[in-house]
């Protein structure tokens, strides 16, 4: 019997990703997602890694985003320059209060892209040795210096930016394959590369993330149904 290979991809969203959590999060509810590949990279990381180690994003929104985004906004910048340090902190927060070890759920089912400096080359990482190891790959695959303060991200003693910078992507053989962008559905109305802390704006993206997928819920009917 051959198993049908199921593999999402979600693409990078800076300032948009509260819309990418509300596609996911719907997504997550009505499928079973146990045996998807995810791939992805920058910002579409953290969908990703909700949705690959099966972590409620409605929960996480409320749980991790809302106090994430009030963080940020107590700094004269605001997101800028601090997003990527503080996320880091409250992702790792979050897995470890899960499971010491939830990161196993991740192994050869979510494959970060990240760019390796200074040959920019695509390197992509599928396995990971602890919590603390997936969530600085998701930073690497996330970092660029308006976000982070820093030009690259040292990750296992090599230098990476942000694996968004070339558009090769990894992609698995016979499988059904879905692409998630911020821009599937909408054109948003907020500059891609800006992160907002507006609390009640995060929530308006997220809504419309929602009500897209919802309207849209055929292109995923492919996926496994949630018994």
Do not use: W
């Not at 929104?61 to 340090?85: R, W």
Request: proline share 3%.
């Amino acid at each position: 019997m051959v198993t049908t290979i199921n593999h999402i991809q979600i693409n990078g969203c800076c300032g948009h990703y509260p819309y990418l959590l509300g596609i996911l999060s719907i997504i997550q509810k009505k499928y079973n997602l146990n045996d998807v590949i995810f791939s992805s990279y920058s910002c579409g990381n953290i969908p990703a890694l909700l949705c690959c180690l099966d972590i409620d994003i409605d929960l996480e929104f409320t749980l991790l985003n809302i106090p994430l985004l009030q963080d940020l906004s107590k700094n004269t910048f605001g997101a800028f320059f601090n997003m990527i340090p503080v996320l880091k902190k409250y992702l790792l927060k979050r897995l470890n209060r899960k499971s010491l070890d939830i990161y196993k759920k991740a192994n050869n089912r979510l494959i970060i892209h990240l760019t390796h400096y200074p040959s920019l080359k695509i390197c992509i990482v599928k396995n990971y040795t602890s919590n603390e190891d997936l969530i600085n790959a998701c930073m690497a695959s996330s970092n660029i210096f308006l976000y982070s303060g820093s030009l690259f991200y040292k990750y296992r003693d090599m230098l990476f930016i942000d694996g968004g910078v070339k558009k090769d992507r990894f992609r698995m053989k016979c499988a059904n394959f879905v692409e998630i962008k911020s821009s599937k559905y909408r054109n948003i109305d907020s500059p891609f590369l800006f992160i907002s802390t507006n609390i009640r704006y995060s929530k308006k993206l997220f809504n419309q993330g929602k009500n897209d997928a919802i309207n849209n819920i055929i292109d995923y009917d492919h996926l496994p149904k949630r018994k």
